[in-house]
């Protein structure tokens, strides 16, 4: 029930953050502060996504494949690899290092 | 009059192109997050209704990841908000230059996403503005929620995502985000805390929050940043 509550709530919030944008008259979010800190809102929680899905198990922190995986989809980046493929070497490095027991 | 004409379908085949370039790419990357949600322990309904009414990648993720480890529905629903929070100004954009009727917006708000907004914001013209985001918005609709039900029928089949190195496929896709967003040394810095907040917090905040106090990175940065500035304009 309470993954149906959370659903919920996620589909309503983002669907008005949506339309907002649309509906209110254009200068209203304009105001440059403003831009700053909604373009820079993703930066810090995406990173924070990634750290911690990489590191958490649970409420500990540790080293295991997915840092790996991680690791090789930066390099993959780098290289300018589409997204797909990005999440694919992610996927296969981790599995092959958990494979060999890592 | 003819040539205006055949120019101006050359022009309309150009952005059809572009737009189902993206919207086939990143709409096939839905399998990646059906497999993740279900493999965090969602159902079938739950990873599709996902799919069809958040429909923003990140959020979705986002929200999956915290309700695996353990959040408060709440909080995971927070999360995934703030990071949707970005939308609103890609609409604020979009209703400049899609130009719609008030009536039509509340339809097109759905596909209002990063994806459709780099496609539309790209074109030059009402005509190409409005098959930009109309062609990018359907094909990624239709192709992300038929992969999100492809990808979890994947992982229940599949078993044990983890043997699969599946769990590795949500920080990758949020990397993948978070890569072109790191332009300047002001994304570094806000960046860098933000992992030290989140990875600092984990253990002694309940789950769903670090990610939360780790958003405190980007005002941080903004107020360091302009009192730095200040203070240059001072001497």
Do not use: H
Not at chain 1, 22 to 33: D, M, Q, S, T
Not at chain 1, 64 to 69: E, I, K, S, T
Not at chain 2, 44 to 67: I, P
Not at chain 2, 83 to 94: D, H, K, P, W
């Amino acid at each position: 029930m309470s993954v149906w509550i959370a659903i919920g709530v996620t589909a309503v919030g983002c669907y008005a953050v949506k339309l907002v944008g649309l509906l209110v008259p254009a200068g209203a979010l304009e105001r440059p502060l403003v831009k700053r800190l909604a373009a820079l809102l993703p930066v810090a929680l995406l990173a924070a996504l990634t750290a911690q899905q990489t590191f958490a198990d649970g409420r500990e922190l540790v080293l295991d494949a997915r840092l790996a995986g991680v690791a090789a989809a930066a390099v993959a980046l780098l290289l300018r690899a589409p997204f797909l493929l990005v999440v694919a070497v992610a996927v296969v490095v981790t599995a092959g290092v958990r494979a060999m027991g890592g | 009059m003819d040539i205006a004409a055949g120019d101006g379908r050359k022009a309309d085949a150009a952005v059809v192109r572009d737009a189902l370039g993206v919207g086939v790419a990143v709409g096939l990357s839905g399998f990646a997050f059906g497999v993740t949600a279900a493999g965090s322990g969602l159902t079938l309904l739950q990873t599709c209704a996902l799919s069809l009414l958040v429909f923003t990648g990140a959020s979705q993720f986002a929200l999956v990841g915290a309700l695996a480890a353990g959040g408060n529905p709440l909080t995971a629903a927070a999360g995934a908000f703030f990071l949707g929070v970005r939308n609103a100004f890609y609409g604020l954009r979009l209703s400049q230059l899609l130009a719609l009727p008030r009536a039509v917006r509340p339809f097109a708000a759905q596909w209002v996403i990063d994806e459709t907004a780099a496609v539309a914001l790209a074109q030059r013209g009402l005509r190409q503005v409005r098959i930009g985001f109309a062609v990018t918005g359907l094909s990624l609709y239709v192709l992300w929620n038929l992969t999100t039900l492809l990808g979890a029928l994947g992982a229940e089949a599949i078993g044990d995502t983890d043997a699969w190195g599946l769990d590795a496929a949500g920080p990758a896709v949020f990397l993948a985000l978070l890569a072109p967003m790191l332009k300047s040394g002001t994304e570094r810095a806000v960046a860098g805390l933000a992992v030290l907040l989140g990875l600092g917090l984990l253990p002694v905040l309940p789950a769903g929050v670090p990610v939360l106090a780790a958003a405190l990175a980007a005002p941080v940065v903004l107020w360091a940043e302009g009192r730095r500035q200040g203070g240059r304009e001072e001497r």
